[in-house]
């Protein structure tokens, strides 16, 4: 195969030399820790579901990655302003789709979230995340650079009606992890610590207001104050199977991860600590983490308060949805349902981070005076 050269002038060239390649080599090993752990997590879990074969999670997760790899190198192409413009575009339609599913969805063990077709599902509300990063950011910038621009009045006004639909699905996670992002999207922007702090008030108030209205908020929150009260089960299920795994993984010993409910999914780094031990754990925690923390390093480094704002939201979403995840597999947080990215199976959940991590790379690239200025700084 021919190397890539700096002198070649081919689209792929001009994207491997000015995509952040450290980033990228970590995304690569994530993407293939999830492809072997989810090897290990599927036939168990299919083995509790009837007419289901014993690789069908394994295969459809690698279906499903392919068009997710497409959607990471198509949007990694595109300048800041068609990433901004794509970014929009996404959170409009995704919206669109949450309000539908609020009148006219079928509601799913408590829930509007999903939108069934052709024998698949779709969860507006995950491809919204990236979508509202981008469109808040804009607003943001838009407003620093214009003080006469409300632009942080539109940029608040867009996370209050995206997080009143979550909460009336209802999801709280999703809201808890969106309004951590904005808080960090807040303190990128510059904007003062006391609205910061008003932010985690009216968090905390509507978090305090879900547990007394919501059976299955206390419920949640029940479980993980007073294990010793509620049913707990799957969590006390997800420590055993960490613990089984001691520091290398079980080897010969009987698996507990056959008795782990969405071991798939929502607990599958429980099955990664008991397969491939504490140490393919260790891995994981500290590839998000350097992944989470490299991209928002690159972003300070831009001049675009938009690319910033944008870039380090995004990254945001990666790294605190990997905290919850591996938190409530730990027993560090109450139990949510909220996939490890790239590594979990899930259709929806993979594409709409395949589409994250698109963006993260579009706003992140360096360019080499090619484009017009203010397709590099909208």
Known sequence: MRRLSRLDTSPFARLWWSIDRPALGVLSLIILIGGVVLMAAGPSAAARMPNVDQFQFPVRQLIFM???????????????LQARRLGVFVFLGAIALMIYLLLFGAEVNGAKRWLYFAGMSLQPSEFAKPGFVVAAAWMLAEGARDPKFPGGAIAIG???????LLLLQPDFGQWALITAVWAVMFFVAGWSWLWIGLLGVVGMGALTAGYYLSDHVAARV???FKPETTETYQVDRAIETIANGG???RGDAPPVKTMLPDAHTDFIFAVAGEEFGFLLALLIIILFAIFT????AVAAGLKSIFAQCAATGLAAIIGFQAIINIGVSLRALPAKGMTLPFISYGGSSLLATGLTVGLIFALTRTHQGVFRRKDIMP
């Open 293 to 296: 923390a490299r991209i928002m």
């Open 222 to 224: 029940d479980g993980f």
């Open 66 to 80: 392919g068009p997710t790899l497409l959607i990471v190198t198509a949007i990694a192409f595109l300048t800041p």
């Open 247 to 249: 520091l290398i993984g």
């Open 158 to 164: 867009l996370y209050g009606f995206f997080a009143l």
